[in-house]
């Protein structure tokens, strides 16, 4: 299996800091867009899709500004994080989002972010 690379995708969106950050760290906020179903015990989030489930640890998280979570079953260099950014230029709020995968995997990947970030944008209103 070939390492995976670190990638990063940017969106900009029409909602306050605040707000996006309780969609991005929070089960019920999770639970909107990102997952069936999202527990959370002892620094892990538990997230189901259709009947299977996987575990996430926060290694960091910095309220209104980012969240760093490490899939249990993923080697321990790899993360993905939701950060968000005020744009100096246009105030707007940006969401970053920062994950691995396997270089020939990125496409797909991004494809896949992506509508899941139109699901969020759609539960905010943006």
Known sequence: MSKKVQYELEYPV???PGILYEFLS???GL?????DKVDF???VFSFSWNGSAEEAEV???EEEE???LHWLHAPKDEFFEFRIRISDVTNQTILIIKDFAEKKEVADQ?????????DLFHRIGN
């Open 26 to 28: 929070t089960p019920a």
């Open 14 to 16: 029409r909602c306050s």
């Open 66 to 68: 980012f969240i760093r």
């Open 59 to 61: 290694l960091e998280q």
């Open 110 to 118: 991004s494809q896949l972010w992506d509508y899941q970030i139109k």
């Open 41 to 43: 015990r002892d620094n």
């Open 31 to 35: 639970q909107e867009w990102f997952a």
